[in-house]
């Protein structure tokens, strides 16, 4: 069974930077990929970014782009979100999410609901002065 587990969240103020972390294990040979999500209180889901397994192509939202960078580590089972440039509507529990099956686009699985995801526990990213 897969496991994800985030790390990285925090207090930051705005302009300041962050990683995240989201570590994989168990069952991992069929994750096609792995997509960054964003719940803010009172809002719904919200893709964020997403990598691919096989060749490692990214897909980010318009909201992010340019100033969140995702990133895989093959040895170590992680895939992890640099954001820099950090904005208070960037506030969310951020969760990561994988792909099972039969692959989608890194683009189709960002606008997903993710129903059928695995779904790590979130991490809390908060910008504020």
């Known amino acids: 069974q897969l496991q994800l587990v985030e790390s990285g969240g925090g207090l930051v103020q705005p302009g300041g930077s962050l990683r995240l972390s989201c570590e994989a294990s168990?069952?991992?040979?069929?994750?096609?990929?792995i997509g960054w999500f964003r719940q803010a209180p009172g809002t719904g889901r919200q893709g964020v970014s997403c990598?691919?397994?096989?060749?490692?192509?990214?897909y980010y939202s318009l909201y992010v782009r340019g100033r969140f960078t995702v990133s895989r580590d093959k040895a170590k089972n992680t895939v992890y979100l640099q954001m820099n440039d950090l904005k208070p509507e960037d506030t969310a529990t951020y969760y990561c999410?994988?792909?099972?099956?039969?692959?989608?686009?890194?683009?189709?699985?960002?606008?997903?609901?993710?129903?059928?995801?695995?779904w790590g526990q979130g991490t809390q990213v908060t910008v504020s002065s």
């Open positions: 990598i691919s397994s096989a060749d490692d192509m990214t």
């Open positions: 999410a994988a792909g099972h099956g039969s692959p989608l686009s890194v683009q189709i699985m960002c606008a997903m609901r993710g129903d059928d995801f695995s």
């Open positions: 168990g069952f991992t040979s069929d994750v096609y990929a």
